[in-house]
């Protein structure tokens, strides 16, 4: 079974601070590894993934991650917050096309000025 | 379609009514997922479809979830004799043939049930 850790439900930042959002996985095959923000009052949105190759994956809005097999995880990190990027982010893996991906608990991520 | 479209955005249902969700998924998307979002709560897996295969019902909490994709395209979530409990958000997803291209995800429809 595949599953997700996320390490603190609130994460709170200054405004041009480094985030650093924090997502384990367990699995017993290579895995996909996700992460996808949600706005409030709206769908979750992808941000990034990593399936194969690099694992420095870079995604939208100047967010990355990196797989780190040998830690089992897959941070979420931006040089430098902007109000913007305030919302909830979910890391999530998948072990195979035919099965479903399985998502952590979600970190609200808080920007203040 | 150019996203993933829910109806409705919002429902208020009384106890003990069923309510029936739904989704069109993206165009070409082989396989769609429904989810439920609970406040505070992380994404609770319902149910899957992937082409013609049978669906995967695991997630559903009770038999009075259930689910249908009709022709490979919309699907409908109903829910018999709602509960209070049932209150939450219901997001649907599709995706290009399997979950390790990752998730479009639709607006969700916010189900309260009073």
């Known amino acids: 079974a595949q599953s997700v850790t996320q390490l603190g439900s609130h994460v709170s930042v200054s405004e041009g601070a480094l985030v650093l959002l924090r997502c384990n996985y367990s699995s017993s095959v290579p895995p996909y590894l996700f992460w996808y923000v949600q706005y409030p009052n709206q769908g979750l949105q992808l941000l990034l993934k990593?399936?194969?190759?690099?694992?420095l994956v870079k995604g939208i809005n100047g967010f990355e991650a990196e797989f780190k097999k040998s830690e089992t995880s897959f941070h979420l990190t931006k040089p430098s917050a902007h109000m913007s990027d305030a919302a909830e982010y979910f890391c999530a893996v998948s072990t195979g096309t035919a099965s479903k991906l399985t998502f952590g608990t979600g970190t609200r991520l808080q920007v203040t000025l | 379609g150019a996203g993933v479209s829910q109806s409705p955005s919002n429902k208020v249902t009384e106890k003990g009514k069923d309510v029936e969700l739904r989704c069109d998924p993206i165009s070409g998307h082989t396989a769609l997922y429904w989810y439920r979002q609970s406040l505070g709560q992380g994404l609770e897996f319902l149910i899957y479809?992937?082409?013609?295969?049978?669906?995967?019902k695991s997630g559903l909490p009770s038999d009075r979830f259930s689910a249908e994709r009709t022709g490979g395209s919309v699907s409908t979530l109903t829910i018999q004799r709602t509960q209070q409990e049932d209150s939450a958000v219901y997001l649907c997803a599709s995706s290009f043939q399997g979950s390790n291209y990752g998730y479009t995800f639709g607006s969700g429809t916010r189900l309260t049930v009073v």
């Open positions: 990593y399936t194969t190759g690099a694992t």
């Open positions: 479809f992937q082409g013609n295969s049978a669906p995967d």
